[in-house]
């Protein structure tokens, strides 16, 4: 098993991305968002179903090492994790343009 400072810098790299992402897909009109998300449920009901487990085992996986994280470690990623939410988006009670935190 992966040592802790590698998880939490995955952990982090992880979510920075998704944040990107949301923020790209945010900037978009509504019409487009409801078509990528169509695109996006139109690619995973094609992939097959031994791809489609594997997926979901890894995210299974992610999730239960981040639950088995020493309390303190998790409260420090979720604190920076919100920092730099905050930073982009103009401080706290700034714009939030979704996302789950």
């Not at 992610?62 to 979720?78: G, I, K, V, Y």
Request: glycine share 8%; net charge positive; hydrophobic share 30%.
């Amino acid at each position: 098993m992966a040592n802790w400072p590698t998880l939490l810098r995955l952990l982090l790299v992880l979510a920075t991305f998704f944040s990107l992402a949301g923020q790209a897909q945010a900037q978009l009109p509504p019409d487009e968002r409801r078509q990528l998300r169509q695109e996006m449920r139109d690619h995973w009901q094609q992939l097959p179903p031994d791809e489609k487990q594997r997926l979901r085992q890894e995210r299974h996986e992610r999730r239960e090492s981040f639950q088995q994280m020493p309390t303190e470690d998790r409260n420090r990623l979720r604190d920076e994790l919100r920092g730099q939410r905050d930073a982009r988006s103009g401080g706290p009670g700034g714009e939030h343009r979704g996302g789950r935190y």
